[in-house]
């Protein structure tokens, strides 16, 4: 069994030991960051993660955040080999400007750019930047984009006369060396097109392994077609210790930190988002809080799968589930998302300086070692949810 690949976040709208709120759909800025998004506190997380590891880090775009492209070339400067998953928004910029800011970032940090390709979930924002296009005009202009942006880093001349792009006899004075790899998600009919056209790596949300391998199979089924082969990555959450009974007490805290109505007011913003992605996020948990504590606490109360935990989607959008458990649970159920498919695992937790070291040095060397032997079999008392 091959080894996975994993990054790591940079939390460009702030931290804390709690979950900071924000993203799709959500009031405009970070709800509960208390440690601000610097440049000496992010630098810290980034030189973290390349120490521990993790194979780069991904920072998110929007307006709650501080721009990706400028954080990310400046702190290139504070790491050595660790990479840059920049999340941008095609319809903001040029492609064939945005092609040559790849080159020249491949350039100047020796090969450490990866791209994730945002098309954009709601309108509402989208039109704060000038952008006032549809849904699906904008996954068909992202089509486009990608369309030139591919030709140009193959070093040809690119003219296209599209139905949103058109550029004439665009061409780069130097490709990109190396082409960096283009990361994209989405889960509609048309995002799964420009994934399977476009894509390098296909990204979905945390769902369960076997939401996660029905997805994986219409992505690659859509790929084939178009002759291509794509990776898949996973978008989740971690939170592991020593002890299971550790990890769930952990959640309990960050569930405790959750008041009805930040809850309410959440899924409001949450469930009039545009993403098809965020509505299967949504359809996780009951958008409230669990009435009845269990054994473990009202955490396990929305456990959708053993060990897939659906707490931080009550107050987050984009991805809201976080694996939690033991180191060796962890590492369980890392495993059943590779035997789907899942070979990339683009990872997070509260707060992003200390849980990265939780998970780097705990659970990234035991499943690299059960991949060096080839194993990595869940425990068989966590093949069924364990009763709250």
């Known amino acids: 069994m091959t080894t996975p690949t994993f990054h790591w976040f940079l939390p460009t709208s702030g931290d804390s030991r709690h979950v900071v709120g924000g993203g799709h759909g959500s009031p405009l800025g970070a709800a509960g960051a208390d440690r601000p998004p610097s440049l000496g506190y992010l630098g810290q997380i980034a030189r973290a993660a ?32 660790l990479k840059f998953l920049v999340a941008f928004r095609p319809g903001f910029l040029s492609p064939t400007l945005g092609a040559q800011m790849a080159a020249t970032y491949q350039r100047h940090t020796g090969g450490r750019l990866l791209l994730n390709v945002v098309t954009g979930g709601e309108s509402q924002e989208q039109r704060a930047y000038g952008d006032f296009l549809g849904k699906e005009a904008r996954y068909a202009r992202t089509g486009e984009f990608l369309r030139i942006v ?11 006369d599209g139905e949103h792009l058109t550029v004439a006899e665009a061409r780069l004075a130097r490709v990109p060396q190396p082409v960096p790899d283009v990361y994209f998600g989405g889960s509609s009919p048309a995002a799964l097109r420009v994934a399977a056209r476009y894509a390098d790596v296909y990204l979905t949300w945390g769902e369960p392994p076997a939401q996660v391998a029905e997805k994986i199979e219409r992505v690659h089924a859509l790929a084939a077609a178009e002759g291509r082969k794509l990776r898949f990555g996973i978008r989740l959450h971690t939170l592991s210790r020593d002890t299971s009974q550790q990890a769930w ?52 109360g929305l456990e959708i799968h053993p060990g897939l935990w659906a707490g931080i989607g009550l107050v987050r959008g984009g991805a809201g589930t976080a694996l939690v458990g033991s180191h060796e649970e962890v590492a369980d159920l890392i495993g059943q998302y590779r035997r789907v498919g899942i070979e990339e695992f683009v990872l997070s937790g509260y707060p992003h300086l200390e849980e990265a070291y939780w998970f780097g040095e705990n659970v990234l060397p035991l499943v690299r070692r059960r991949a060096e032997r080839g194993t990595g079999e869940p425990h068989p008392e966590r093949t069924a949810p364990v009763p709250a």
């Open 50 to 81: 390349e120490q521990l590891g993790f194979a780069g880090v991904l920072t998110p775009t929007g307006a709650q955040c501080e721009d990706a492209w400028l954080t990310t070339a400046m702190l290139t400067q504070q790491t050595e080999r």
């Open 150 to 160: 591919r030709g140009l880093w193959n070093g040809g001349t690119v003219t296209l």
């Open 249 to 300: 007490a952990e959640a309990q805290r960050l569930l405790d930190g959750f008041t009805p109505e930040a809850v309410a007011e959440a899924q409001r913003g949450l469930r009039r988002s545009e993403s098809e992605g965020q509505r299967r996020m949504l359809e996780l948990h009951g958008g409230s809080l669990p009435q009845a504590p269990g054994a473990r606490g009202a955490a396990a």
